[in-house]
């Protein structure tokens, strides 16, 4: 069974730094390429940042660029997600996932974590 654990979240000022993680497990994900999204109300799902399972090619949203880093963790099947430079906007419910697929839908997602940013 696969599951995708999200943690990290929690309550940050503007400017702060938060990092979060996703724990992976029940597959071979070497394959895979991993994704944040987040949700913040009242808004659709956006991508945030995604990376191979290999820690290749990440890719960023313009409005994380420079502020956001993706990473895959050496020792544990985990991908982390650096965030710093936060801004109330920011704020939302991340989500971690899956996809097998070059494109495509993402296969598997995690329960969501909430970050929330004040000014």
């Known amino acids: 069974q696969v599951q995708l654990e999200e943690s990290g979240g929690g309550s940050v000022q503007a400017g702060g730094s938060v990092r979060l993680s996703c724990a992976a497990s029940g597959r071979d994900f070497s394959n895979y390429r991993m994704g944040w999204f987040r949700q913040a109300p009242g808004k659709e799902r956006e991508i945030v940042a995604s990376i191979r399972w290999t820690g290749t090619a990440p890719d960023y949203a313009d409005s994380v660029k420079g502020r956001f880093t993706i990473s895959r963790g050496n020792a544990k099947n985990t991908v982390y997600l650096q965030m710093n430079s936060l801004e109330p906007e920011d704020t939302a419910v991340y989500y971690c996932?899956?996809?097998?697929?070059?494109?495509?839908?993402?296969?598997?997602w995690g329960q969501g974590t909430q970050v929330t940013v004040s000014a």
């Open positions: 996932a899956a996809r097998l697929k070059i494109q495509g839908p993402y296969d598997y």
